[in-house]
């Protein structure tokens, strides 16, 4: 099936089986696709509500493409760093301030950590070590007659 994003970041070819999410009624889309679509109206929605209330959405959208596309710069990021500069009160007067935010060093530093930080969550915990002062006894012929006879 092909992905239905008008902007396929593989290149709007077939979507290799597995890898497909139904977005709406019959309407497919790579998994990744699906991210950058929906990450996107989320920007657009953040920057509208609580940025700029009367932006040019075409402007907007022109200079996020530009960003994400072009430039290549994870929309995810570019999400991270509008929240931020919201929660910072950040002045941004327009779209292409997003432009300053995506090259501010200390944002892409922010971001890096933030990402090693979820991969150091992600990682599972190695199996806890047994106590020294712990000693193993093996069951006795008893007990585990005890515990067969429950089953
Ligand atoms: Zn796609």
């Not at 139904?22 to 989320?42: L, P």
């Not at 933030?114 to 806890?128: G, N, R």
């Not at 047994?130 to 006894?137: A, E, I, L, N, S």
């Amino acid at each position: 099936m092909k992905c239905r994003y008008s902007r396929c970041i593989f290149g709007g070819g077939d979507i290799e089986p597995g890898k497909e999410v139904e977005v709406s009624k019959g309407r497919y889309m790579h998994s990744e696709c699906a991210r950058y679509n929906a990450t996107i109206k989320e920007i657009v929605r953040l920057y509208s509500e609580s940025i700029d209330r009367t932006v040019v959405f075409s402007e907007l959208q022109n200079v996020i493409n530009k960003i994400v596309f072009d430039k290549k710069v994870d929309p995810d990021f570019l999400l991270f760093a509008i929240k931020k500069a919201i929660l910072n009160k950040t002045k941004i007067r327009a779209p292409y301030g997003l432009y300053y935010l995506v090259n501010d060093k200390d944002m892409i530093d922010t971001w890096k950590r933030k990402k090693v930080q979820k991969i150091i969550k992600s990682v599972p915990l190695a199996e806890p070590k047994v106590p020294q002062d712990f000693k193993y006894t093996p069951a006795s012929p008893k007990t585990l007659l005890t515990i067969t006879e429950g089953l």
